[in-house]
């Protein structure tokens, strides 16, 4: 049988994965704070004060990949604390070696806030952080 130049021309769904419907960011930050009243005490004050921040610095984001990219990565947070697989997983290294300096330095405080340590960050004021190509 002859394929058509307009058949060959369709496009056709290989073996895609299944697209997730990504939420908007009020109904998602919403949905996230309800959440977290899940949490015990400390950790729902801590998610939540952490949620509030990153919302607030990302509210003027106008690079299309960057908002989808942030969305996305808070969507797969609220279904791994509301399907309680949060409490067992653990940083890959590839995950770790793709982030900015600043964000290694965030997760860093956050570690240390949930251990309740202090931070070697907070003693060094204006911390120069080093850039990917200038290590």
Do not use: C
């Not at 995950?95 to 949930?114: F, T």
């Amino acid at each position: 049988m002859k394929s058509s130049a307009v058949r060959l021309a369709t496009r056709r769904k290989v073996n895609a994965p299944p697209r997730i419907e990504i939420l908007p960011p009020l109904p998602l930050y919403r949905r996230i704070l309800r959440a977290h009243r899940l949490l015990p005490p400390q950790q729902r004050a801590l998610g939540d004060s952490y949620v509030k921040n990153e919302f607030r610095l990302h509210r003027n984001i106008d690079n299309p990949a960057q908002i989808i990219g942030f969305l996305s990565s808070w969507q797969k947070y609220l279904e791994a604390i509301l399907g309680d697989k949060w409490q067992h997983e653990k940083l890959d290294m590839d995950q770790i070696e793709r982030m900015e300096p600043e964000k290694i330095i965030q997760l860093y405080e956050l570690m240390v806030a949930a251990q309740n340590r202090e931070s070697v960050y907070n003693a060094i004021p204006d911390v120069e952080l080093p850039r990917p190509g200038n290590l």
